[in-house]
Structure formats: structure tokens, C-alpha cells
């Protein structure tokens, strides 16, 4: 799946999760992240509003989302 940024030149690790509708609420996509269950370029991120940038890979669960 591929994401594309607009309006700026970034987008949170969190609202990317909620924009995509893979968790239900900000709060979700908080926690989900919290426990280790979101990696970033093949890295566990914890931090919640990490800002992700064109060619940026973000795993979670069973998706990978290209950030272009």
C-alpha cells in the first residue's frame, strides 16, 4: 500500500495509523504503538508522533505502507 503526504512534508507515525483506518481511534494507534507492534523501516518505533518522511516503510500487522 503506498501513502501519499500532502500539505506538508511529513505525517505522525500515529495519524498515519488513523488515517488509513487500521486502528479505530488515536488512542489505539497510541497504545498499539506503545506496545512495540508498529515498526519503521524495519524497526520497532515506539515514538507515538514520528515523523515520517517520503520513503518510509511502516509495518503493521499484515501491511506495509510506502510513504511517497
Do not use: C, W, Y
Amino acid at each position: 500500500m503506498e501513502f501519499q503526504i500532502k500539505d506538508s512534508d511529513f505525517i505522525p507515525l500515529n495519524n498515519l495509523l488513523k488515517v488509513l483506518r487500521l486502528v479505530g481511534t488515536g488512542g489505539e494507534a497510541n497504545i498499539r504503538i506503545e506496545h512495540g507492534e508498529v515498526k519503521v523501516n524495519g524497526e520497532v518505533e515506539f515514538q507515538k508522533r514520528k515523523k515520517l518522511r517520503n520513503g518510509d516503510l511502516v509495518n503493521f500487522e499484515d501491511v506495509t505502507i510506502k510513504i511517497i
